[in-house]
């Protein structure tokens, strides 16, 4: 089991920055990959950023691309998103998730492919 526990998030304006952060614990070894997904109200949950913590490869989705940035502190167990230039639109619920198996080949951006999750944590951008 992996155990996940987001913080950071909160209301902002429109243009701030927020940096959320993903501590893990638990079989942390038994998973290669960890991303953070987001869900605004009524939408379906969209795949935001994701990295391996061996290679320090990541992968972001269009909407975030240029603006978040995901890294991670191995010793800490910690995955971290930081978010600049944010707009309305990403005011969503943001969820950190954790693969249950290392991926051999690929980067997983579906959410099937991540097997723990984080309880989520707020994030607001007013205009």
């Known amino acids: 089991q992996v155990q996940l526990v987001e913080s950071g998030g909160g209301l902002v304006q429109a243009g701030d920055s927020l940096r959320l952060s993903c501590a893990a614990s638990g079989r942390t070894f038994s998973s290669n990959f960890m991303g953070w997904f987001r869900q605004a109200p009524g939408k379906e949950r969209e795949f935001v950023a994701t990295i391996n913590w061996n290679s320090g490869n990541t992968m972001y989705g269009e909407s975030v691309k240029g603006r978040f940035t995901i890294s991670r502190d191995n010793a800490k167990s910690t995955v971290y998103l930081q978010m600049n230039s944010l707009k309305p639109e990403d005011t969503a619920v943001y969820y950190c998730?954790?693969?249950?198996?290392?991926?051999?080949?690929?980067?997983?951006?579906?959410?099937?492919?991540?097997?723990?999750w984080g309880q989520g944590t707020q994030v607001t951008v007013s205009s």
């Open positions: 998730a954790a693969r249950g198996s290392p991926l051999r080949l690929g980067i997983p951006t579906f959410e099937y492919e991540y097997a723990y």
